[in-house]
């Protein structure tokens, strides 16, 4: 964000918002709000029963204290100087106390209050990014949305742990305190307070100077985040391509910007305070100097540095509040910029189709799809594939094969032409229905930090294990988990980084046929296989495609030739269709593909088809 929205005006709508996550909490909003006016009406007590002690213990006689408070110590004390000294000494303690105990009791209640907004804002949050469309992915950052659900909401919560309801507290604090003053020498409030001016023009720019910053800081998190979650994935092409050194060079750069954006912040500081300092020591100053001059009482004089220490205090860092709630409104923008995409998953109607069982037919009917138009990925592609039956889809890189099932789990809207299964559009399908009838094995298997157990359930704790140890008997991998350390709860850490490509690919397969899918779409599965293990695989895919409708990306030439049809794809355009045998007859652009191959390698039954 550049510095000139940091200077728009503040946005009252965007509080109002955020405002809006506090009803469920309004009890505890009105409490804190109630403790604040009790900590501004105690702030003045210990100054005045300190006047009061001082010029009883001097001159006999009370200063300029409230009438009612002298009946009421001299009625308690009889004119026993002892036993008033003690008595004034109890009452302050009680007084602090009490301070302190609402001084706790409003830190907690504004905390927690905070912390709630934040719980319901980032739940908020993370349920609209599971119902984003997966564009919004390919074109955000990782790392931006992790900043927004994270840092960003917790700046929020600053708004309310140390923002709102603090500077409502120190304002009251400051009001009851000036008041106090007034009534007590109007003369010697107004000398005291001839440097105010200068701390107030001190504060605004202060608070300008700050906010500046703290944007650019909240703009170098940001790109911070993005950075490291992009690398930390991607570190293994950083260091296959050797290109640590250049990387590193960036996040120098990166670094460097938050560092500056930081120092600059604590510039302000380290200025601001000094300066805070100062005016704080004219006034007393001023005030020492009047006092002297006028004669008046010592007590007088201790109970107005007591009072300008209470307004100095929450003006010292009043300018530091106003740019936590605007650094907060700058976040709580981002947070609703996520929570306001419309590009998300339409939620499904009431009368939603969700069959009790699913044959598996399916039909692509001039489907056309770009992922950002016009530029289109799939043009007017029309095929059919019958229940039971092994559709392979060959093409060259970027020939439209993972679109098409992509497209068929509706991940994304088709922009032109229509899918059905069943001979039901899956517009008209519930979301869950469909993609529960369908299971995917991908190339590139994703692992999340777990046990194998809870890679396999995706953490569905209403599937047994013994369901779990049926499956891959079946595939013929509960032999290789159980020489796992801690067999089915061995962690397999991120991303199964403690496992072979081989490996994962295995609990992929275990993991799709556990819920028994109607549609099997297996994309290029075998790409990371050894050939040792390709045995095994090519077993469990047989067993897995048995009785159901396949959508199968080739790779290894063995598969295409079991397919009941091959789709041949080349720019996003059906170049043709036909069973492995026909193709190869009718010499076009199948039989080159694989004529080609032939001639690059001599062992056929493991050509790669792309």
Known sequence: MSSSTAKKSFDFAGFARVLRYVRPYRRLFVLSLLLALLMGALSPVRGV????????????QPGSVPGWLNQWFDGISHGDMARFVVLVSVLQVVVLLVETLVRFAFAYGTAR???????????????????????????TPIGTLTT??????????????????PIIADFLTIVITLATMFYMDWQLTLISLIPFPILLVATWIFKESVNKSFTRVRNAV????????????????????????????????????????????????????????????????????????????????????????????????????????????VASERVFKVLDNPDEMPAPAPDAWQPATVRGDISFRQVSFGYQPPAMVLQQ???????????????????????????????????????????????????????????????????????????????????????????????????????????????????GATLSAGQRQLLSFARCLLYNPAIL??????????????????????????????????????????????LVLDRGE???MGSHEQLLAAGGHYARLHELQFDRKKAPRQQVVE
């Open 381 to 495: 592609v029309s095929f059919e594939v019958a229940a039971g039956h092994t559709l392979a889809i060959v093409g060259s890189t970027g020939s439209g094969k993972t679109t098409i099932i992509s497209l068929l789990n509706r991940l994304y809207e088709v922009q032109e032409g229509s899918i059905a299964i069943d001979g039901v559009d899956i517009r008209q399908w519930h979301p869950e229905a469909l993609r529960s009838r369908i299971g995917v094995v991908l190339q590139d298997v994703f692992l999340f930090s777990g046990s194998v157990l809870d890679n396999i359930t995706l953490r569905n704790a209403d599937i047994p294990q013994e369901r779990v140890e049926e499956v891959c008997r079946l595939i013929g991998i509960h032999d290789f988990i159980m020489q796992l350390p801690g067999q089915y709860h061995f962690n397999v850490m991120e991303r």
């Open 521 to 566: 779409i297996l994309d290029e599965a075998t790409s990371n296989i050894d050939s040792e293990s390709e045995a095994l695989i090519q077993q469990a895919i047989d067993k897995m495609i048995a009785g159901r409708t396949a959508i199968v990306i080739a790779h290894r030439l063995s598969t295409i030739r079991k397919a009941h049809q091959i």
């Open 49 to 60: 029963l300190i006047q009061y002690t001082v010029d009883k213990g001097l001159k006999g």
């Open 148 to 165: 927004r659900t994270v840092n960003d909401i917790e700046s929020i919560n600053e708004i309310f742990a140390d923002g709102l309801i």
């Open 574 to 576: 059906v170049k043709e």
């Open 222 to 329: 940001s790109q911070l985040n993005a950075f490291v979650q992009e690398h930390l994935t991607g570190m293994q092409m950083v260091q296959a391509f050797n290109a640590e050194t250049r990387e590193f060079g960036r996040f120098r750069q990166i670094n460097r910007d938050h560092r500056n954006a930081n120092i600059n912040a604590i510039f302000a500081y380290s200025v601001f305070f000094p300066v805070v300092e100062v005016v704080l020591a004219i006034s007393l100053g001023l005030l020492v100097w009047w006092v002297a001059g006028q004669r008046l009482e010592a007590g007088k004089l201790i109970a107005f540095i007591l009072f300008l220490n209470q307004i100095f205090r929450p003006l010292r860092v009043i300018a530091d509040k106003f740019n936590v709630i605007q650094m907060g409104m």
């Open 113 to 139: 209050l905070g912390q709630y907004v934040v719980k319901d804002m980032r739940t908020a949050v993370f349920k609209k990014i599971l119902g984003l469309n997966l564009r919004q992915f390919d074109s």
